[in-house]
């Protein structure tokens, strides 16, 4: 019985020495596992610095493009502000100028009535002056005479 329980715990032994012996060479598969799990973390943790310093570029690229813009934009505003304003003024100009051409077409009017007048006038004396002569000649033939 001694003997059986001997030879039994051999066999216990030998199994535990077998699993033992597995567990060893196991050992460098695992540390060879553990080495390449962490190459991966480096990798992934190299990949996710790139990505980030390239989100960080996109964003700076944005914010200066956005600045651009915003400051394109100011200063297209700023110009409307001026044509605005000078178109108000070029308004008020034209404004002055037509009111400026209706006075001076109102004169002409007035100057054209005025010299139509004189003219009639001018031509009325004229004839009053041939009148005037012939009579006087008239006169001084039948006072010669």
């Known amino acids: ?5 001997r030879n039994e715990r051999l066999y216990g032994l030998g199994d535990l020495q077998e699993r033992m ?18 190459e991966e973390k480096l990798k992934i943790s190299k990949d996710l610095i ?13 914010e200066t493009e956005n600045f651009e ?3 394109m934009i100011l200063a297209l505003e700023n110009r409307v502000q001026e044509l ?10 034209r404004d002055a100028l037509r009111e ?4 001076l077409e109102t004169s002409r009017k007035e100057l054209a009535d005025e010299y139509i ?6 031509l009325a004396l004229g004839k009053e002056l041939d009148q005037e002569v012939r ?3 008239v006169l001084a033939l039948m006072f010669l005479t």
């Open 117 to 122: 007048i004189l003219k009639s006038n001018y």
């Open 69 to 71: 813009l915003k400051n």
């Open 84 to 93: 605005e304003l000078c178109s108000e003024k070029v308004t008020g100009e």
């Open 100 to 103: 400026r051409l209706h006075a």
């Open 21 to 38: 012996g597995k567990l060893a060479g196991s050992k460098p598969d695992v540390s060879t596992r553990t080495v390449f799990s962490e």
């Open 135 to 137: 009579q006087a000649a």
């Open 50 to 62: 790139d990505l980030q310093i390239e989100t960080n570029k996109m964003k700076e690229q944005y």
């Open 1 to 5: 019985v001694q003997l059986q329980d």
